[in-house]
């Protein structure tokens, strides 16, 4: 059975640092193309960061510099540290995992998000 399992999250104040973790399993092949989404109310879902089959690591332009994602060496656990947040990084996160043949986040698999507050 596919699962996509995130955790961490929670409410912090406005320059403060959460740390947002993600394991999936029966997938397929490893490294499994992996990323983070977040949606606001009323927004569309936009992804914030990810990592490909190969790798390669991509961010969205604001979050560039503030947060960083990496993959254990398993390649089926995605981390995203999150520092210096500000109150316009308050959305549901999502983790969503793909196999590498495909890496398709879009269609792929998704866990059921966990909600980062940041108050100003």
């Known amino acids: 059975e596919v699962q996509v399992v995130e955790s961490g999250g929670g409410s912090v104040e406005s320059g403060g640092s959460l740390k947002l973790s993600c394991t999936a399993s029966?997938?397929?092949?490893?490294?499994?193309?992996m990323g983070w989404f977040r949606q606001i109310p009323g927004l569309e879902r936009e992804k914030v960061a990810s990592?490909?089959?190969?790798?390669?690591?991509s961010y969205v332009n604001d979050v560039e510099g503030r947060f960083t994602v990496s993959r254990d060496n398993a390649g089926t656990t995605l981390s995203l540290q999150m520092n210096d947040l500000k109150p316009e990084d308050t959305a549901v996160y999502y983790c969503?995992?793909?196999?590498?043949?495909?890496?398709?986040?879009?269609?792929?698999?998704w866990g059921q998000g966990t909600q980062v507050t940041v108050s100003v």
């Open positions: 990592i490909d089959e190969r790798g390669i690591i």
């Open positions: 029966d997938i397929g092949d490893t490294p499994y193309c």
């Open positions: 969503a995992a793909d196999n590498p043949w495909s890496c398709d986040l879009g269609d792929g698999y």
